[in-house]
């Protein structure tokens, strides 16, 4: 028999409906347009914004497609802005080791 803590589960729902929320203000669409740019109903994204339904698995896959983050980043509570995360990584990954210390530099600055 498995175990379900009804109480965990709640804020796992509470944090999708929120997340997607809180991506889809940063990315500056309404939840009409975001559920007509997915294909859906002008409803769709309303209904998981309210609560009143998740989206399945494969969708969840689109809404992150969407957003331009992978299922990790959408999960990752800490990362208020994923995608300018991920833009900011790409770039990273082009410089050379000295340039790289720089950047490290400057975040422990910025940091303290």
């Known amino acids: 028999m498995l175990y379900h803590d009804i109480g965990v589960i709640c804020l796992y ?3 999708v409906k929120n997340r997607i929320t809180q991506l889809r203000l940063r990315k500056g669409v309404s939840e009409y347009q975001m ?3 997915l ?3 002008r409803g ?3 209904n998981i914004s309210s609560g009143r339904s998740l989206p399945p698995m494969s969708e969840f ?3 992150c497609e969407y957003f331009g983050v992978t299922p990790a980043e959408f999960f990752d509570e ?3 802005d994923p995608a ?3 833009k900011a990584l790409t770039g990273l990954k082009k410089l050379d080791e000295a ?3 720089l950047i490290l530099e400057l975040i422990g600055r910025m940091l303290k």
């Open 61 to 63: 896959f689109a809404i």
């Open 35 to 37: 559920g007509y740019d």
């Open 39 to 41: 294909g859906h109903s």
């Open 44 to 46: 769709y994204v309303y």
């Open 13 to 15: 729902e509470e944090f």
């Open 99 to 101: 340039d790289l210390l």
């Open 78 to 80: 800490k990362n208020t």
């Open 84 to 86: 300018l995360v991920q």
